[in-house]
């Protein structure tokens, strides 16, 4: 038999049937309603009493099939709802209490299937599931960032804005499936895939203005940058004898380059030249002189 009493003996209605349930209302205008006792098919109601205007249900005990929801008392205005005990099958949801309008919602407990999203303190947000298999999302914090990161390692995906310069990064995968874009720093703006032959990077700002396209690390690269040095535009596809160079600056310089012993060239500029040269043992023709670009070039 549940022995259950509550509020002073003129306010207080207590009512049991069979072996387990009281129903009864006392000084704080609490209502209790339990049924079962201890920690076996135990369901609790409360409202009133206590610290505020608390509400609370309970079913189960100990780390069983436990579900409490809880309203007022404690700090300030929190909800509490949980379900499960322990690291197993738990799911809690709080707003209110701590240092601001905190929410937090969380099922599964330690490193397993975890969620959590949670809101205030720095207007901070932040989701996250899992332990490896993690996603996060947070705002606030630091230089107004929000940062987005889903798995761990090698599977990473990052998003991040703020912090540092008003920088904007995005990072998928960690090592060389790696994707980043990055805006700030020097008004600096990367994209990157790929860390070994397979990258792709733009990057605009730093140095002198300068942009630059990349794609492939050895041989198959293209490259592409304008500015750095004298307003230079150079585009460059492989590294070795399939290369294609065009090139701009200098002293007003055009020069586009196409393999190695198969070799393509074409400069214009210095004193006026162009010249242009197909193969190794191939025609030949180079024209020299104070003669203008247009004129060498109707000549030719």
Request: proline share 0%; hydrophobic share 30%.
């Given at each position: ?13 207590a ?7 009281i ?7 609490c ?16 409202t ?44 809690a ?25 949670e ?5 901070c947000?932040?989701l ?5 298999d ?17 798995g ?36 600096d ?20 203005d300068?942009?630059?396209?990349e ?17 230079c535009?150079?585009?460059?596809a ?63």
């Open positions: 038999m549940i022995q259950h009493w509550r509020g002073d003996s003129s306010d207080c209605i009512q049991e049937v069979g072996d387990d349930l129903l009864e209302a006392g000084d704080d205008d209502v209790a309603l339990e049924t079962g006792g201890g920690d076996g098919d135990s369901i609790a109601l409360e009133g009493g206590g610290d505020g205007d608390c509400v609370a249900l309970e079913t189960g005990g100990g780390d069983g099939e436990c579900v409490a929801l809880e309203t007022g008392g404690g700090d300030s205005e929190c909800v509490a709802l949980e379900t499960g005990g322990g690291d197993g099958e738990c799911v949801l709080e707003t209110g209490g701590g240092d601001g309008e905190c929410v937090a919602l969380e099922t599964g407990g330690g490193d397993g299937d975890c969620v959590a999203l809101t205030g303190g720095g207007d947000v932040a996250e599931a899992g332990g490896g993690c996603v996060a999302l947070e705002a606030g914090g630091g230089d107004d960032c929000v940062a987005l990161e889903a761990g390692g090698d599977d990473c995906v990052a998003l991040e804005a703020g912090g540092g310069d008003d920088c904007v990064a995005l990072e998928a995968g960690g090592g060389d499936d790696c994707i980043a874009l990055e805006a700030g720093g020097g008004d703006i990367a994209l990157e895939a790929g860390g070994g032959d397979d990258c792709i990077a733009l990057e605009a700002g730093g140095g002198d300068c942009i630059a396209l794609a492939g690390g050895g041989d198959h690269c293209i490259a592409l940058e304008a500015g750095g040095g004298d307003d535009i150079a585009l460059e492989g590294g070795g004898d399939d290369c294609i160079a065009l090139e701009t600056g200098g002293d007003g310089c055009i020069a586009l380059e196409a393999g190695g012993d198969g070799c393509i060239a074409m400069e214009a500029g210095g004193d006026g030249c162009i010249a242009q040269e197909t193969g190794r043992r191939g025609r030949r023709q180079r024209r020299l002189g104070d003669r203008p670009v247009a004129t060498a070039s109707a000549s030719s």
